[in-house]
Each structure stands twice: as C-alpha cells, then as structure tokens.
C-alpha cells in the first residue's frame, strides 16, 4: 500500500490534475514554519534571574536555533530517526517499500516508514491518524516542504516539535528537564539517551521504564557508529555512564522564585494578553523586581514572624517600592507558605485595618488645609463624639490607656496618640481625609457582607458622609500595596506614580518587544510644601521619644528616614510604613483570618517595625545608597516656634 505513495507521489507532483484538485484539500505547507505554543518566562529586574516558567500542565517548550543545538543531538537523532536526511527529498521511497512488505505481512502498520520531514508534517499539519488519507498528505506536504526549504530549517523546526516525554516538547525543554542543561552542552550519553526516546515516549521513557531506555540507547549508539559518527570506543564510554535517576536525570520541576509576586504579574499578563499568550506565547518577561532586596525581604519577614509564633503570629507580608519610578522592586506575600492563609499573597489582598498607620492621610489632610500646623497644640483630652443623627457615640482612647496634656501636632502623630488624631480628623472633616487617602493612591475599603462562596466584598467609592470617625485609627481596610503607594506620594514630594510590576515584555516568535513600561512622570496630587512638612514631622525622633524613646528601631542608624507604625485595637494587625527619597517599604503582620488574635500587647513595634528596620536597614546597603534627605521646596516659610525650627505654608504660623 505504502509503496503505491512512493510511486504516484513524484507523478502526482508533476503530472496530474488529480494532485491539483487533492492539494486544495492540503493544509497550507507554509504553516509548519507558524510558531508552535511555548513557555513564557518571568525574569527579575536583571533579566538574568528567573522567577518562573509558566506553561500548561504536561507541556513545556523554549524554541532554540539549531545553531544554537550542538552537534550531538542533532546528530543522534539523525542517526536513529532518519539516516539519508540530507540526501533524500522528503520522503524515503525505499523505506516506503520496505515498510509496505513489512505490513502486508504483519496485517498492521509496524513500520512508519516516516522521513522525518514527515514527522515533521505529521506534527505541525495533519496528525498522526494511521488511514492511508493521512499518509497520502503526509508524504505530499513533505515533498512541497523540502522544495520550499533547507533541510537546516527542516530539521530546526522538527527538533523543536518532537515529545521527548515527562513534558518535554522540543530539544531545549529536554535538556533543561532531564539534566538540567542546554542542548549545546549535552555529552555523547545524555543526547543518545534524549534521542532514543523519540520513537516511543512512553515505552521508552528513562524515568518510568528505565531498562527499555537503556536498550534504545544503545541502538542510537550503534546507529551513530554505523553513520560514522562516533567511535565505539565512545559509545562503550558513553552507555555505561551513569545517568539514573535522581543523581543524574531529574523529572520536571517548576518552582517559583517570589511565588506571590509571580502571581500578580502572572495576573497582569491574563489581563493584557490573555491566558492563551500568557501560558503558551512564549513570551519573556522582564519584571521590575530586584532579587537581591527579594531575598532580603523573604528572610526578614519570615524570620520574624517565625520569632513571633510564641506571640500567635503566623502571617507577614511586605512591599516595597522606588518611589522615583513606581517600581514594585519587593514583594513578600506570605511569611509562611505553609501556615494558614500562606497560600495569598497578603500584600495585595485582602484589606486589613491600618491602625494608626491611617495618620499618615489624616495629618497630611491637616496640614494641607492650613486650619493646623505641625506646632499646632493639641490637647489630648478624653472626649465622646457623635455623628449627626446617630444615636452611637465613638469615644477613642489612646494605647496606654492615658492623657497626655497638650501636644504638637507633629509630637501627637509621632508618639500616634489617638485622641488628638481623632481630633483632628474632624477639625478638617472625615471626609477630606477619605479624599486625601483616595488622591494619595490608598482608598480606604469599606466592607459590605460577603458573596455567594463567604468571601467578603469590598468598595472603595463608597459616599463621602459614609465613612466615620474611626477612619483615622484604622477602622477602614488598607492592604500593604496601597499603603506603599500612599508614603511614596510623600517620598516624592507630592507625585503619584502608580505602581508597576513589569518592565518589558517581548516575544520570541517576532523578536519585537510587544510592551514596554513608559517613564512615568507621576501626577501632583499633593503641594510639595505639604509632603515637606510630612517628611519632617515624620523622620524627627524626638516627635516619637515620649512613646518610643530614641534611636528605636524606627530610626536607621546613620541614616534620616520618615516612618509611622499602626496597631489595630484587638490586635488583630500590625503595620510599620516608612521611607527615604529611593525606597518606600510598607510591611504588616499579623494572621490571614483577622478573627485570629495576636496575643494582648503584640502592637506594631513589637510585631512589623523589626521586619521593617531590618529590610530597609539592609536594602538601602544592598543599593549602595548613601543617606539622603530632600531639599526645601520653594514656598515655603522657615520659623522658630518654642525653640525648634518647624515649617510653614503661607498664612500659617506659630
């Protein structure tokens, strides 16, 4: 039967009008040079490091240039898969007669017979259906293809299609899964070992039916000495190295470095690209994640919380941004992937309350409005409030449970009293502090039951007069994302760049890069004056001496930085947020299901301000930067005020 194709195929190409009408039924030839599914890969910052390999489930594939292949596995296969590759023109009819005796006699199709242009074909075009229909079209494309192209990209094309089993699809996914190489540097046993198992990726899989393997392996060695490929001497040496698993072949693996960053930016992939392109586009992916700060951030967050367990802490996470770009450059998302809740990345979602972290909106709110100043006395003086119409009453208290006479400003948000906060939240109106939350890239969540699965739902442009008092203490949800974003605006003097994950990404099909992150200039949002003001009030120690003494870990030795902690009130949360001109880090700890206390008196500085000192102690050595602090922006009025120097918008004063 086979034989009848070897025989009409030249005829049918040249002469008959039987072929024409056939070949409109043909697949389109040109399409086995299309670009078949392949991994995408997400890089670090230096485009050097992987995070991850994201692909379907059972298929993974990088293409590679044959030139980039080495000489051994293209020369095995070669070998063991079709040894007149290079002198044949696309089809073996000899091998077609050959196989045709062989099948007649066994009543089935025990020989294929298949150039592996026809392997190619069968792979790329028409499949692998065993009627004489297929094998008819097979040998047809396989002739117009060798016409059309060099037996070079033939063979390219057909290496970076062919199953090597466990996964693999093409040279360079079997390389890196089995000996965890490249092509080019496989040795004489490794690539005979690969290229036995094309015929039979099951029966001849080394790591489930080893014996047959090694069988297969010494039939493409024998094969090469024939071709005059290697020595016997070579392939004695090469056969009898040791190549068993697990010290010597490995099965797939794919483990994600930062696994909760790689879900966000896979995230932001689906959405711009689709699942499709994400999971099989072959698509490289530089982030803007800097390893070196990752590891740093990972270590510290887990180390501590782990310290904290004996506190009934499980969960941390962490983000930090460069407040310069709006770059994402760490990200923890889980202390522990293996304690509750670690399979979220907490720095994203969901909401947790800021505790007096949410200072940080209401007394830049303050200073904006210019109805308080950073030297504005306080009294911080118990008091009942309620709201117009309400029948509730909201009395804050402070931490400690006690009053403190009259305060600055700046000295009542360092040492994050909660009464003159609550003070002066409504001296400037509730809702101007949702404003400048909302403006600063941190609109506060507000909770409204839960969906059909219990999971709760959460809106963040809820009405102005919807939100209470209890705003400025934390009793609306932030995530450590959106707090970063916050303090960068004032890292930056007033600017709001949103914060991005990716930098570029390209795909290998084209060779064209397909996005690139544009500069952001960032979006004045806030009267540099006012970030001024902020900075100073947050990074001068003696603001915070009364509650948390000086040079506490709040501080960086040899460095100014700005900072503010939160604790919410049941202690269910804890939050330092902090920064210098080229690093914003917020960081939080606490459990993944809120209803889950930490112990009585685990407050922010027992629990998020160590992971904060730490990373932010460490990152800026790792960055090489020096301490540095913000020129006084234009504007603004320079004045002693009780024997300090504070700082003033015009119209203000002492």
């Known amino acids: 039967m086979f034989a009848l194709v070897a025989i009409a195929v030249p005829s049918l190409l040249v002469t008959s009008p039987g072929y024409v009408a056939f070949a409109d039924k043909l697949p389109d030839p040109d399409a086995v040079t299309s670009a078949t599914p392949e991994d995408t890969l997400i890089y670090a910052a230096d485009n050097t490091t992987l995070l991850a390999d994201l692909h379907p489930p059972g298929y993974q594939a990088y293409f590679e240039p044959l030139s980039q292949m080495g000489s051994l596995l293209p020369a095995a296969v070669i070998s063991i898969e079709d040894r007149n590759f290079y002198s ?11 196989a045709s005796i062989v099948d007649l006699r066994t009543h089935s199709n025990a020989e294929g017979a298949s150039t592996i242009t026809q392997q190619l074909v069968k792979l790329r075009l028409v499949g692998n259906d065993a009627t004489l229909d297929r094998k008819m079209r097979e040998a047809l494309l396989a002739f117009q293809i060798e016409r059309k192209y060099t037996k070079d990209q033939i063979l390219e094309w057909y290496l970076n299609s062919v199953f090597f089993a466990n996964t693999a699809w093409g040279t ?32 001849y899989n080394p790591l ?15 094969a090469m000495i024939r071709d005059g490929k290697i020595t016997a ?7 009898v190295e040791d190549l068993s698993p697990p010290a010597h072949m490995f099965m797939p693996s794919n483990q994600a470095v930062a696994p909760s960053f790689v879900r966000y930016v896979t995230s932001i992939l689906i959405n711009q690209f689709g699942a499709e392109a994400t999971y099989s586009g072959g698509m490289r992916v530089v982030t803007t994640l800097n390893p070196r700060l990752q590891d740093l951030a990972q270590r510290d967050v887990s180390q501590n919380i782990a310290k904290l367990r004996y506190r009934n802490v499980t969960q941390g996470a962490l983000v930090s941004l460069d407040p310069t770009t709006g770059a994402i450059i760490a990200m923890v998302g889980s202390a522990n992937p293996n304690a509750y809740g670690g399979q979220y990345n907490l720095a994203v979602w969901p909401p947790r309350n800021p505790g007096s ?57 360092g040492n994050s009293l909660n009464i003159p906060a609550v003070k002066v939240e409504l001296g400037v109106g509730v809702a101007s502090v949702v404003q400048m939350a909302r403006a600063m890239g941190a609109p506060p969540y507000q909770q409204h039951g839960v969906d059909a699965y219990g999971n709760p739902l959460f809106t963040t442009n809820d009405p102005l007069n919807s939100y209470g008092a209890s705003l400025t203490l934390g009793g609306y949800g932030e995530t450590p994302l959106q707090m970063a974003i916050g303090a960068s605006v004032l890292a930056t003097q007033g600017l709001l760049r949103q914060p991005y994950a990716i930098n570029m990404v390209k795909s ?33 120690d003696n603001n915070r001496a009364m509650i948390f003494g000086h040079n506490s870990l709040l501080t960086l030795p040899g460095r100014k930085v700005a900072v503010k902690t939160g604790t919410s009130d049941s202690f269910a949360d804890a939050w330092t947020v902090g920064f210098t001109p080229h690093i914003v880090t917020a960081v939080w700890g606490g459990n993944a299901d809120w209803r889950m206390k ?53 119209g203000t004063h002492c």
């Open 233 to 239: 001497a070579d392939a004695a040496k090469a056969f």
């Open 88 to 98: 044949e023109p696309g089809i073996d009819p000899q091998g077609i007669v050959r």
């Open 208 to 222: 489930v039916n080893w014996t047959s393997a090694k069988q297969r392996q010494k039939t493409v060695l024998d």
């Open 508 to 540: 290998t099909s084209t060779g064209q890069v397909i996005y690139s992150h544009p500069a952001d200039p960032g979006k004045r949002v806030l009267d540099a004056r006012v970030a001024y003001i902020m900075q100073m009030i947050m990074s001068n």
């Open 172 to 203: 360079a996914a079997a390389s890196k899964i089995y000996f965890h190489t490249t092509t080019s540097k496989l040795d004489l046993a490794q690539a005979s070992m690969l290229a036995g198992i094309i015929r039979g990726p099951t029966i």
């Open 357 to 413: 972290s949410m200072k940080i909106y209401t007394y830049t709110a303050a200073i904006a409005s210019k109805k308080f100043t950073m030297t504005t006395p306080i009294r911080d003086s118990r008091f009942t409030y309620r709201e117009p119409g309400s029948t509730e009453s909201y009395t804050p208290r402070n931490y400690d449970g006690k009053t403190h006479g009259t305060c600055q400003l700046q000295a009542c948000m």
């Open 598 to 650: 930490m112990t009585k008196n685990s407050d922010s500085y027992y629990i998020a301000a160590p992971m904060w000192h730490r990373f932010m102690q460490d990152a800026l050595g790792a960055l090489h930067l020096p301490n540095e602090w913000y020129s006084q922006p234009a504007g603004l009025i320079t004045a002693k005020c009780h024997g300090q120097t504070a700082w003033y918008l015009p």
